[in-house]
């Protein structure tokens, strides 16, 4: 696989305390998220509005071992120094085999359930700011995504254009929007807007508020955290989104993909039988797996289960992650576990999971990377 370089889609930064006090608009600071240290509790980021503070013991575990994960106790200078410098990433990458990242925040996703419109729309302005400076210290390895908080239909417009002048290569955007739902036809003009300048749109997982509580045990809540971003592709597919805009393309992050096959046939079943749930007026002109298939990115890490049913869903929009360095990250044997895992692919199946399709979709170019 040392033949063309790796592509993680789905990597993640360790936002540092000066994240969000130093980078925010003034008006806004008395209030931004800051670290606090709890002594033998670890660190934990607080975030005005929030009843819990955000622990960071899961948000840097890639590496260790089962046993030694935990939530709370962990300091900020325990953790591995890639995730706010820039230069350490560099190392840390190679470790892992691994070229280049699409990087997303960490503490940014749990901001995306604040309630609190103004109060995201200026911490994202303030990551924003801070992740293109960190990405422009090896701007051909580190493609950060801004955030957007999506208080309106034009403001989310103007912070595209602005996400992108920072040379930022994708948005991450909040599971519930301000206004109505991703598939009202407010959202026309955005989505326009999103194909015309070429920014790929991402649904992270944690970036949807719960609305209902989580049952039984609490691992049970590792196996839910896929459903908002399921919800939110069968609402793009179903509520036709993808039929108004066919050119459009999102991406479903680290919601693993080995369920997409399945998930492609119940809304064809679905469709097939129940189309009349569909709104008045609204049709769709294609069955929904053949939106799933052109439209929406699937990005996994070590979902064995992806790998085998390649051949079960468009593999053109399967994209590769090591999700470094949280805790459910493959880093750093990612190499071993692609060659287990990915041993039946074919050469080009192999090369565009891990390579092509991601660079196609954020125009990476590769010659940068050798």
């Known amino acids: 696989m040392s033949d063309f370089p790796i592509i993680s889609a789905d990597s993640h930064i360790t936002e540092p305390a000066n994240t969000y006090v130093e980078y925010i608009d003034a008006k806004w600071r008395d209030k931004a998220p800051v670290m606090k240290d709890l002594g033998e509790e670890g660190d934990f980021f607080f975030v005005e509005g929030m009843a819990k503070p955000v622990p960071i013991g899961l948000v840097a575990a890639a590496g260790k ?212 749930w569909l709104p008045a007026g609204q049709k769709l002109s294609r069955l929904p797996s053949e939106y799933f298939a052109d439209c929406i990115y699937t990005t996994f890490q070590d979902d064995w289960v992806a790998f085998q049913s390649a051949d079960m869903m468009n593999w053109k929009r399967l994209m590769w992650a090591n999700d470094f360095p949280h805790s459910d990250s493959t880093w750093p044997w990612s190499q071993e576990m692609l060659a287990e895992h990915g041993r039946h692919l074919r050469d080009e199946q192999r090369r565009a999971i891990l390579c092509d399709n991601v660079a196609e979709l954020y125009g990476i170019d590769l010659s940068r990377l050798h």
């Open 65 to 276: 071992k089962p046993e030694e994960i935990r939530v709370t106790g962990v300091h900020f200078e325990d953790m591995h120094p890639g995730g706010w410098d820039p230069r350490a990433r560099m190392a840390e990458q190679d470790r892992d085999g691994v070229s280049c990242e699409i990087i997303y925040p960490t503490v940014g996703m749990v901001l995306c359930n604040h309630k609190d419109f103004d109060y995201k729309k200026a911490c994202f302005d303030a990551y924003n700011r801070w992740i293109a400076e960190y990405c422009s210290a090896f701007p051909h390895r580190l493609l950060g995504c801004g955030q957007t908080a999506m208080r309106s239909v034009e403001e989310g417009i103007a912070d595209l254009e602005a996400i992108q002048a920072l040379g930022l290569r994708g948005v991450m955007m909040p599971g519930n929007p301000a206004v109505e739902d991703y598939d009202s036809p407010v959202y026309d003009p955005f989505w326009e807007r999103a194909i015309e300048l070429g920014i790929p749109l991402s649904f992270h997982i944690l970036t949807t508020r719960e609305t209902s509580p989580i049952r039984g045990p609490l691992m049970n809540g590792f196996l839910s955290i896929i459903r908002g971003c399921q919800d939110i592709m069968g609402t793009l597919v179903l509520g036709g989104v993808f039929e108004r805009h066919p050119d459009l393309r999102v991406v479903c992050v680290e919601a693993d993909a080995g369920w997409v096959p399945h998930y492609m046939y119940r809304m064809d079943h679905a469709y097939k039988r129940h189309h009349n």
